[in-house]
């Protein structure tokens, strides 16, 4: 199905996605990866980097970036791009299918949100990022974790127009390895809300748990695979 649904109709599904929903908020699973990435932003230690943003959306992230260089956004969603490129001048938005975009420059960090299941040749995909790196340049990446979702997760069946293909963590690794070193690959966000995990991931079971031991509870989890999105930091090879 992915590789056949048009792009006007997936460009169509995700102006109208970004318009009802990150146009109007960030849920807490978007908050935490973004915290990941400025994490590994501020551990590179530049404040001058040249940064792309696939799969950009609503540009709800795309100002946080902007703090480490310079970057260029882009999207699929071209009505939704239009507004982001009136509220946050400063920063380039390309719109349009990333496969069919060519870009001048060579970027030191691509950031790619929650992209990677919407796309249909994941391969492809992800090769065409690193064309666009420099040698030794670094992919950030979030993505939905398969095992949770399929399992332990309540979701609903795709709509017209939304590709969606998971995957998990080995099968990240696989995708990333022909271009990408992966320096860091993991999962957080506690969005399970199915049999065991649910209880697991449950707030009011897991706060006075928390109140004793902090955050570190939430890490094991993050460690043992057993969250929403995984996260990979890889480096070009």
Same mark, same amino acid.
């Given at each position: 199905m992915s590789a056949v649904t048009p792009i006007p109709l997936q460009q169509?599904?995700?102006?109208?996605?970004?318009?009802?929903?990150?146009?109007?908020a960030i849920d807490e699973r978007s908050i935490r990866q973004a915290k990941v990435v400025c994490e590994w932003l501020s551990a590179l230690g530049r404040m001058d980097l040249n940064i792309i943003e696939v799969g950009c959306g609503a540009a709800w992230f795309t100002p946080q970036l902007a703090r480490f260089g310079c970057v260029t956004a882009t999207d699929l969603a071209d009505e939704v791009l239009a507004r982001a490129q009136q509220r946050i001048p400063e920063v380039e938005f390309v719109a349009g299918d990333f496969m069919g975009l060519q870009f001048q420059a060579d970027f030191?960090?691509?950031?790619?949100? &929650? %992209? +990677?299941p919407h796309v249909a040749d994941q391969s492809a995909f992800l090769a065409k990022i690193a064309r666009h790196?420099?040698?030794?340049?670094?992919?950030?990446?979030a993505t939905q974790n398969r095992?949770?979702?399929?399992?332990?997760?309540?979701?609903?069946?795709p709509p017209p127009g939304e590709l969606r293909r998971w995957v998990d963590q080995h099968e990240l690794r696989t995708l990333?390895?022909?271009?990408? &070193? %992966? +320096?860091?690959?993991?999962?957080?966000t506690c969005r399970a809300n199915r049999g065991l995990m649910r209880?697991?991931?449950?707030?009011?079971?897991?706060?006075?748990v928390r109140a004793l031991v902090g955050d570190r509870l939430e890490r094991l989890k993050e460690a043992m695979g057993l969250r929403w999105t995984l996260m990979a930091l890889a480096r070009k090879r």
């Open positions: 169509r599904y995700w102006n109208q996605w970004n318009a009802s929903t990150r146009e109007k030191d960090v691509a950031v790619s949100l &929650e %992209v +990677l790196l420099r040698p030794g340049g670094h992919l950030m990446l095992p949770v979702l399929e399992r332990f997760s309540r979701v609903t069946p990333l390895h022909p271009q990408f &070193e %992966v +320096l860091k690959l993991y999962s957080v209880l697991i991931h449950s707030r009011k079971v897991n706060w006075p």
